[in-house]
């Protein structure tokens, strides 16, 4: 137990955080979605946010991004607010959160990505077309740039998404169940992908729902459900005692 | 006979001065109507479209009483002002309260419209014959358009397009995936509001030529038929402006073969044809190409396998 707490105290003065969550309470409507958060999400790590439905998971990250209204709390990227670094964050939305009958193709999709660095104004040139297809060809999607989005697969459809993220070229990766019901080549691409992220010292945040997978594809965990039940490397902190309290009794058939 | 009738019309265009800015008029909205309506329809709010068109007629009443005049731009500008105001209601009741969207939607529109129907029927029985020419805004009556009306239209028209190429980018990322867009720090409220403001005025423009009840047919129809023929967002928007562009033209027409037929009524029924014809015939989506797709090869569970094995490469079409 001493030496778990020490080791614990010793990864955290190593490790430099720049997302830092203080207080942190959203609420919809009466409804609390997410209770007095303090959390320091590490540099440079593969970090899954674990929890069950309706437990807050993506209204966490969204609050990162001030995408929800933030009850009380600060949140902070790099030392500033959101909206003076934003252009160090990409976003991964949930695939089922926009209609994949938009009349458009994926590599359009994928150029979305770089709107932000493009600001007012100016329109997507043959630069930022380049930059897209260079994203669409790390994710394996670049026979299918001209692919109406509505026909591609689940999967490709969640490609496209993270190769929209890459075209942002961020730090941070703020990332929605990416995972999520893809097929197995969607799976070890994005994985691959993330992993040489990773080796570039950036930091990606992922909301995950299947526990088996966690331990290995992660190198830090954050539990939560509605407040934060634990967080810290997957090693120390992902055990059964802290499963049962974030998923409680009627919820721990499906870990096992 | 008829087609004689709609032969002299057409020529009518050429020479007929004032059937020449009845179609200017009408052609005018539905090109406006059609590509904003694009942005309606893939927003599911078309209901919304409904709402803002009906929102428009107390407008109307409330600027001929204050102002005593049927000065084309002043009403436009009450209709206008109405109509971002049922807008803004809707809003705030689904915000509010507990009610939902459509809900919300229905109470804007049918009270709107009472209270204009009710503002209208005032204005007959004080006004007499002069209130004349007001519930012409009902159905469209574009008949009555003069140059005056025609120049105004065209003007409010070009500020739409200004407006669609000048923030076409935020609109097609607030349309696609709002909450990305956000987060890349696009302001979504005001893009919303502007893109509202922009259909508001389309809205405007349709009340002389269909008529606030049809107006959001002229949102909704040339836009679900340029969908038929092109999965690309500013293909659709040129595609849909035609097809609302020829709609007013080949309706004013036709209704100027006969006296006293008001315009809105088969200006839709134009453009409804249209869209009969894209969801029957286009290639890819039409219900005629996917019959005989079907007919020439029906599929087994053996060919399934082997598409999924090609990571259906060939197979763009379903």
Redesign the interface.
């Known amino acids: 137990m001493m030496e778990q707490k020490s080791s614990e105290k010793n990864s955290r003065a190593e490790k430099k955080s720049s997302v830092i969550i203080r207080n942190l309470s959203v609420t919809y409507r009466t409804e609390p979605a997410l209770w007095n958060i303090d959390l320091d999400l590490p540099d440079g790590k593969m970090i899954a946010i674990v929890g069950p439905n309706g437990a807050g998971k993506s209204t966490l990250i969204k609050a990162v991004m001030g995408l929800v209204p933030i009850t009380a709390g600060k949140v902070s990227v790099f030392g500033k607010s959101y909206s003076k670094n934003r252009n160090k964050v990409a976003y991964v939305p949930q695939r089922g959160s926009v209609d994949w009958d938009f009349p458009t193709d994926a590599l359009d999709v994928v150029e979305m990505g770089l709107y932000g660095k493009l600001g007012w104004f100016h329109r997507p040139n043959s630069k930022t077309r380049d930059l897209a297809l260079e994203c669409l060809d790390k994710v394996g999607l670049s026979d299918y740039a001209e692919r109406q989005i509505g026909e591609l697969s689940g999967g490709q459809q969640q490609r496209v998404f993270v190769a929209r993220a890459l075209a942002q070229n961020a730090q941070i990766y703020l990332m929605d169940e990416p995972l999520n019901g893809v097929d197995a080549i969607t799976e070890k691409t994005i994985l691959s992908i993330l992993e040489n992220l990773r080796k570039e010292g950036k930091t990606i945040v992922m909301v995950h729902h299947d526990l088996q997978t966690v331990d290995k594809y992660f190198d830090w965990v954050v539990m939560v459900n509605r407040n934060l039940i634990a967080t810290g490397p997957i090693k120390e902190v992902f055990t059964k005692t802290n499963l049962d309290r974030t998923y409680q009794e009627k919820q721990r058939m499906s870990i096992q | 006979m008829v087609l004689e009738e709609i032969f002299s019309a057409f020529l009518g265009i050429f020479t007929d001065y004032t059937l020449r800015y009845v179609a200017l008029g009408s052609a005018i909205l539905g090109i406006t109507s059609g590509a904003l309506g694009c942005f309606t329809v ?1 927003r ?1 709010q078309s209901l919304f479209g409904d709402a803002l068109a009906h929102a428009a007629l107390p407008g109307i009443g409330f600027a001929y009483l204050f102002a005593g005049t049927k000065d084309s731009l002043l009403l436009m500008l009450g209709a206008a002002i109405f109509a971002w105001f049922g807008g803004i209601i809707t809003l705030a009741i689904t915000s509010t309260t507990r009610i939902k969207q459509d809900a919300a939607l229905g109470i804007t529109l049918s009270v709107f419209f009472g209270l204009g129907i009710v503002l209208l029927t005032y204005l007959q029985n004080i006004g007499g014959a002069s209130q004349g020419g007001l519930d012409r805004f009902l159905f469209g009556q574009a008949a009555a358009l003069i140059e005056s009306d025609v120049i105004n239209l065209g003007i409010l028209a070009s500020f739409c397009f200004a407006v669609l190429i ?1 923030f ?3 609109f ?2 607030t ?3 709002s ?8 302001p979504i409220k005001y893009i919303n509001a502007l893109l509202t403001s922009v259909i508001v005025v389309a809205v405007v423009i349709g009340l002389h030529t269909v008529g606030v009840v049809l107006m959001v047919s002229m949102l909704i129809a040339p836009a679900a038929a340029a ?1 038929q023929w ?4 500013k293909n ?1 928007i040129i595609l849909s402006a035609i097809f609302g562009g020829l709609s007013g033209i080949i309706g004013s027409m036709i209704s100027s073969t006969t006296e006293g037929m008001s315009t809105g009524p088969v200006i839709v029924i134009t453009i409804t044809a249209i869209l009969g014809i894209s969801l029957l015939f286009s290639p890819k989506q039409g219900y005629l190409f996917r019959y005989l797709r079907n007919q020439r090869k029906s599929p087994s569970p053996l060919d399934e396998i082997k598409t999924t094995d090609k ?3 060939n197979h ?3």
Do not use: A, H, P, Q
């Open positions: 893939l599911k000048v076409y980018k935020e097609k990322i349309t696609f995936d909450s990305f867009g956000k987060s890349l720090g696009f969908r092109t999965s690309n967002l659709m990571e259906r490469s763009g079409n379903f």
